[in-house]
């Protein structure tokens, strides 16, 4: 790798950790003090990460298309300067509108500046070549909950959460934004798709519906369901199954390095693997893990299988689009794509609780369980209809 792509790939993964620290994970620290001061229900505050994403899900496809003429990097630094202004409004927060209106105006940041935007940008600036950029950029991501919930649980006992939100906005303004100005492709235009070497996969058109793109967003709808599902409710149904509070976090904590490990993995292989195999890897072992769960299997071994999943999953939904249709669309489609996993991560919350209130924490890992198998399901789908290609014979 160049040092220019080194400098972008490590630029582009603090921006991660903090962006998605400040954004989607920074409830799960906050929200117990925020209750405590505010006298607001869960209920009402989860309908703030409900409603950034259902504003990332609406803005997504928008940005994909922005970052198809520029390249991203003024779209990144505008995401930096949105998610910093959410998070001053957030920490001023002291009515219900103004709390929604900061989350509102956070998911349009979210929108702009995390992975399917810097996917984005690095598919512009590398082509074919970025599936190995796009791996490592989400190592980086993947110690986002590492780093930022002991950062944030810190601030808040330190300074309180108002002040941990302004906290952020800071590091966003004076450091992430920056950041982007400086280390980010300058260029606006995107090079012609270079001709398949033979034996790998011909790019395919855009239409504005293929079996393909459908095989793709079936499986990415549901595992972000399960995944925000998971994320917010977890503590709730592990403890219901007899877990103490304190084991219950224990566990969840090896996630997040189950998915770091699994995408090193992923990184040592060198990308001599066609991306559909990364996709069935990652959705055969959520699946596992959903079911270890469920079948009573020490919650430690099915979460370390579920993370290395999930974070599988976050590599093959950026390179497998890449690959399947090809650079000169691919900021585009990666915009389209985002939208309804966005927005299923918007409903997500809601789901979980309702699923939980009305059946029950053990139906609801059993539902859960269930429906980890229609992204395995998808994944062969999409399997069978590359291999009838034959695309995928004996390349990386």
């Known amino acids: 790798m160049t040092a220019s792509r080194t400098r972008v790939v490590s630029a582009l993964g603090v921006v991660q950790i903090f962006a998605w620290g400040s954004s989607y994970y920074l409830m799960a620290p906050l929200a117990g003090a925020i209750a405590e001061e505010t006298g607001w229900g869960q209920a009402l505050i989860s309908a703030g990460v409900s409603v950034g994403l259902l504003m990332s899900g609406l803005a997504a496809p928008g940005v994909g298309r922005w970052i198809g003429r520029s390249g991203g990097r003024t779209t990144l630094c505008i995401g930096m300067a949105l998610i910093a202004a959410g998070l001053i409004l957030l920490g001023l927060s002291h009515a219900v509108w103004l709390y929604l209106i900061s989350w509102g105006i956070l998911g349009l940041g979210m929108a702009a500046g995390l992975y399917d935007a810097a996917f984005s940008v690095l598919g512009a600036a590398y082509g074919r070549t970025a599936r190995s950029a796009i791996t490592q950029l989400t190592l980086w991501g993947g ?18 959460w108002r002040s941990t939100c302004l906290v952020y906005a800071a590091v966003h303004l004076f450091g992430t934004l920056p950041l982007c100005w400086w280390a980010l492709p300058r260029a606006s235009g995107l090079r012609e798709p270079s001709q398949s070497a033979p034996g790998r996969t011909s790019p395919m058109p855009v239409r504005t519906v293929d079996f393909r793109f459908l095989c793709i967003v079936a499986a990415g709808v549901t595992l972000t369901l399960l995944a925000t599902i998971w994320s917010i409710h977890m503590v709730t149904i592990l403890t219901s199954e007899g877990y103490t509070l304190a084991a219950a976090i224990a566990v969840g904590t090896l996630i997040g390095p189950s998915q770091v490990g699994a995408r090193v993995l992923e990184m040592i292989g060198g990308g001599r693997h066609h991306p559909i195999w990364t996709m069935l890897a990652a959705t055969l072992l959520v699946l596992v893990g959903f079911i270890g769960l469920n079948l009573g299997v020490p919650a430690a071994a099915a979460l370390v299988a579920y993370g290395s999943g999930n974070g599988l999953w976050s590599i093959a939904r950026g390179a497998l689009p ?60 999409l399997y069978v209809d590359v291999m009838r290609t034959r695309g995928i014979c004996g390349s990386g």
């Open 143 to 160: 110690f986002a909950s590492t780093v930022c919930w002991p950062l944030s649980a810190w601030l808040v006992e330190s300074v309180g």
């Open 322 to 381: 890449l690959v399947l249709y090809g650079q000169e669309k691919y900021a585009t489609l990666m915009g389209r794509l985002a939208r309804p996993m966005l927005l299923a991560g918007a409903a997500a919350p809601t789901l979980g609780a309702l699923l939980i209130d009305r059946f029950g924490a053990e139906t609801t890992m059993a539902l859960l369980s269930t429906a980890a198998v229609l992204p395995l399901a998808m994944a062969v789908l």
